[in-house]
Nanobody
Framework: QVQLVESGGGLVQAGGSLRLSCAAS????????MGWYRQAPGKQRDVVAT???????NYADSVKGRFTISRDNAKNTVSLQMNSLKPEDTAVYYC???????????????WGQGTQVTVSS
């Protein structure tokens, strides 16, 4: 089985920083794109940032210049450094990996369980 486990969420004041991490484990053959998504109460889940295996990144306009996504292919991890946090960044943050497990011939999307980020004003 493949698992994605996030860590690093919490409560922070506006202007502060948090770093989220996500580790993929299990019988993994290869990992393609990885990314972070977030869902605020009553809203849909939206993309925050994505990164290809080669390191090409994309960001939502609302986080450009404040958030940085990175990954370690050797460790199957993806991280999100969040600076200058705003109350509107409050949400549950999920990591996603498009990967091929050792028991499959195709790639599928796998999600973590989510981690709460709360930014107080």
């Amino acid at each position: 089985q493949v698992q994605l486990v996030e860590s690093g969420g919490g409560l922070v004041q506006a202007g502060g920083s948090l770093r989220l991490s996500c580790a993929a484990s299990g019988r993994i053959f290869s990992i393609n794109n990885m990314g972070w998504y977030r869902q605020a109460p009553g809203k849909q889940r939206d993309v925050v940032a994505t990164i290809t295996r080669g390191g090409i990144t994309n960001y939502a306009d609302s986080v450009k210049g404040r958030f940085t996504i990175s990954r370690d292919n050797a460790k199957n991890t993806v991280s999100l450094q969040m600076n200058s946090l705003k109350p509107e960044d409050t949400a549950v943050y999920y990591c996603k990996a498009n990967l091929r497990s050792s028991s499959s011939v195709r790639s599928n999307d796998y999600w973590g369980q989510g981690t709460q980020v709360t930014v107080s004003s």
